[in-house]
């Protein structure tokens, strides 16, 4: 099982951070498991975290409710990360 600054290496937002720096930041991480077909986090609401993928997949859907339709928008792997925008502006 890699480190958490291995894994950080490995996502782009880190490509050129210094180890240094990775290993303070890697004292921050918490991980999670989160099981299938769980909501991590859901549209308009605030964000207070980043995600990195470590392993597995997650999907991104936009629903309309008054169309009633769910679109898959993307897949997310392994070094893919979300919720960096929200979290740096506090906003949905």
């Known amino acids: 099982m890699p480190t958490y600054t291995e894994m950080l290496k490995k996502v782009s937002l880190f490509a050129n951070v210094p180890d ?8 921050k991480l918490v991980e999670r498991d989160v099981p299938k ?30 169309l009633g339709v769910t ?12 919720g960096e925008m929200s979290l740096i502006t506090g906003a949905p």
């Open 71 to 82: 679109v898959e928008l993307a897949k997310l792997g392994s070094g893919d990360f979300f």
């Open 20 to 27: 240094e720096e990775l290993d303070i930041l890697s004292g």
């Open 37 to 66: 077909d769980v909501n991590i986090v859901a549209r308009d609401e605030p964000g207070d975290s980043m995600y990195i993928i470590a392993n597995g997949l997650v999907s991104v859907y936009r629903s309309d409710r008054d």
